[in-house]
């Protein structure tokens, strides 16, 4: 089963615009959602996390956006960039817990 | 963050062999794990690599076909056993480091591993 589901598999997105890629989860022990960014032949690079008791996270083009109520957090990139192509994944893991349980990957394709 | 690094980056094995995967990480951690991702795939965890005693393994993972050291708290190695092409795919160490709010993973480059 699934803990986190993520949408859309993959997105194609001019150069300039908006990317936005969404979790959602179920189990509400999960704490903290980090998102991540893997290049092909590369390992996963933490990009961003957000807690759950604030409602958006922004670190210069990337913003996680987090609805409690709704149990869903999603990833902005503004102004997308050629460079920004790349597999993003979400996850989260538990209050007290070492697991991370991870999404199924967005391949995110930004054209000139 | 740390610094995590595997050996090999890649490999090219034949069916029956076995392959060990190394992972360094550049300061102490508590956890290590081990995942395999599928190319095109999410990741996969395959067990926890506790230092000291028997690593823990996820359901359809087990320790005779990917048996795991974790001798300190700085390096860990991944043996995949008796492969079989099956077994093609990216091999992910990752390891737990403090953070601001809780412990958040970082992952070293992986192993490609390809049986022919």
């Known amino acids: 089963q699934q803990q986190v589901k993520q949408s859309p598999q993959s997105l194609i997105v001019q150069k300039g615009g908006i990317s936005i890629i969404n979790c959602a989860y179920e189990?509400?022990?999960?704490?903290?959602f980090p998102w991540y960014q893997q290049f092909p032949g590369k390992g996963p690079a933490l990009l961003i996390a957000?807690?759950?008791?604030?409602s958006e996270k922004k670190e210069g083009r990337f913003t996680i956006s987090f609805n409690k109520s709704a149990k869903q957090f999603s990833l902005h990139i503004m102004d997308s960039q050629p460079g920004d192509s790349a597999t993003y994944f979400c996850?989260?893991?538990?209050?007290?817990?070492?697991?991370?349980?991870f999404g199924t990957g967005t391949s995110l394709t930004v054209i000139p | 963050s740390a610094v995590i690094s595997q050996k090999p980056s890649r490999d090219i094995c034949q069916r029956g062999t076995s392959l060990t995967i190394q992972c360094q990480v550049d300061?102490?951690?508590?956890?290590m794990f081990w995942y395999r991702q599928q190319p095109g795939q999410s990741l996969t965890l395959i067990a926890t690599?506790?230092?000291?005693?028997?690593?823990?393994?996820e359901s359809g993972f087990v320790i005779d076909k990917f048996p795991i050291s974790r001798p300190n708290l700085t390096f860990s190695t991944l043996t995949v056993s008796n492969m079989s092409p099956e077994d093609s795919s990216i091999y992910l160490c990752?390891?737990?480091?403090?953070?601001?709010?809780?412990?958040?993973?970082?992952f070293g480059p992986g192993t490609r591993l390809t049986v022919l």
């Open positions: 990752s390891a737990l480091l403090a953070g601001p709010y809780k412990d958040e993973q970082f």
């Open positions: 690599a506790n230092q000291g005693s028997e690593a823990t393994y």
């Open positions: 957000i807690r759950p008791d604030v």
């Open positions: 300061s102490q951690v508590t956890m």
């Open positions: 189990n509400t022990a999960f704490d903290y």
């Open positions: 996850a989260a893991s538990k209050r007290n817990g070492n697991q991370f349980y």
